[in-house]
Every structure is written in structure tokens, then in C-alpha cells.
């Protein structure tokens, strides 16, 4: 009698089809990797994102916005424009407007200051400067944008640093690079700052 036993085909047919699962399963995770490269490669990682405009960057996440604004006196007007009134010398008043854009592609940040009202509209004081509390984020983006070799600040046109004046392309938009454009322009009596990321700029 041959008790000789032979592996049924079976069970090779599960060998190889456990095989084949184990191969998918690799290039499967490594497909999930390599998305997630992509995915937070840029912009996470540009010296533009990280900038915070009242406390808001390109990188805040879009159900936080709201709470950091109103936390500093801002009143949500409609889902991408804040706005705060704070009282200003001669019967004046300063006017803050925050504006967020946010698209499947793109995200704008813009913050803008003005004075409004009032009789008495004399110029500035000689000693007037940019107001305390925008001069770190407003050197943030003229350092990120103007910490260059000196062709890129003269063709970006970078004005020197003055306490009472901070502008980058003469008060104008500029595109920074492929995805990136900013605006800049500072001073004592009114301020207009933008930060926009576009991926298909």
C-alpha cells in the first residue's frame, strides 16, 4: 500500500493566492505613504505658512478661525470677512477687517487697518509709527519675503525698514513664487497685508 501523501492542490492554490495578498497589501501602503508625501509636502513647509496674521496662518485649520478672532474682539460679518471698530484720537475710529478665502485649491489671508470719521483729519506726527501691535507680524513677512540676495530684494523692491513705514513692490501685490503671492504695506495711519497660496497659480 502507498502511504506516500501528496500536498493537495489546494492548498497550493492558497499559498499563492496568499502571496499575491501580501504583495497588494505592500503596495498599497506604500501608495497611502508616498499621498501623504505629496500631500503635506507643500505648502506645510514654505516660510509663508507659518506667518500668523492676528493669530491665523495659511496652516490654521479652517473650524479654528472663527474662535481665535472673536477671542480678540472680532465679529464674524459673514463666513470669510471679520471686523472689529477700536476708538482713535479726534473722534476717529480704527477699523480692523479680516478676510479668509478659502477655495479647494487656494487660501487667502488678508488683514486690513484704517481710520475712519471724525472732523479733524491732520497729518500723522512726525514720530507716529506702526502700531505695537502689528510690527512682529509685519517684520515676519517683510523678513520672509526680503531676507534675500540683494538682486531678488531690488527686483521684489524692497523699501528700507522705517518705524513708521513697511512696504514690499511699492504697496502692491507680488507673486513670491509659483504658489505664493503677498501684499504689504504698512504704516502709522493704515495697513494692508495679504498672504494667498494657490496651487495652481
Known amino acids: 500500500m ?13 499559498n499563492s493566492t496568499w502571496h499575491a495578498r501580501i504583495k497588494h497589501l505592500c503596495i498599497v501602503a506604500l501608495s497611502m505613504i508616498v499621498m501623504q508625501t505629496i500631500a503635506t509636502a507643500d505648502p506645510l513647509k514654505h516660510p509663508l505658512t507659518s506667518i500668523e496674521i492676528a493669530g491665523i496662518s495659511l496652516d490654521t485649520p479652517t473650524d479654528q478661525i472663527a ?6 474682539g472680532y465679529t464674524q460679518v459673514n463666513p470669510s470677512l471679520y471686523t472689529k471698530s477700536e476708538a482713535a484720537p479726534n473722534g476717529r ?3 480692523y477687517r479680516i478676510e479668509v478665502d478659502d477655495t479647494a485649491i487656494a487660501r487667502e489671508l ?6 475712519t470719521g471724525g472732523r479733524n483729519k491732520s497729518p500723522s506726527s512726525r514720530d507716529a509709527t506702526i502700531p505695537e501691535s502689528e510690527i512682529a507680524m509685519v517684520r515676519q513677512l ?6 534675500v540676495d540683494e538682486e531678488l530684494q531690488s527686483e521684489r523692491k524692497c523699501a528700507p525698514l522705517q518705524p513708521a513705514s513697511i512696504i514690499v513692490n511699492h504697496g502692491m501685490v507680488l507673486t ?6 503677498i ?8 495697513t494692508a497685508i495679504m498672504i494667498k497660496f494657490n496651487a495652481n497659480q
Open 2 to 14: 502507498d502511504y506516500h501523501i501528496k500536498m493537495p492542490k489546494r492548498q497550493h492554490h492558497w
Open 176 to 181: 513670491v513664487d509659483a504658489n505664493y503671492s
Open 67 to 72: 474662535g481665535i478672532l472673536q477671542a480678540q
Open 110 to 115: 488678508g488683514y486690513f487697518r484704517n481710520l
Open 93 to 95: 475710529s480704527t477699523v
Open 183 to 190: 501684499l504689504l504695506k504698512a504704516s502709522d495711519a493704515s
Open 142 to 147: 517683510y523678513e520672509a519675503v526680503c531676507n
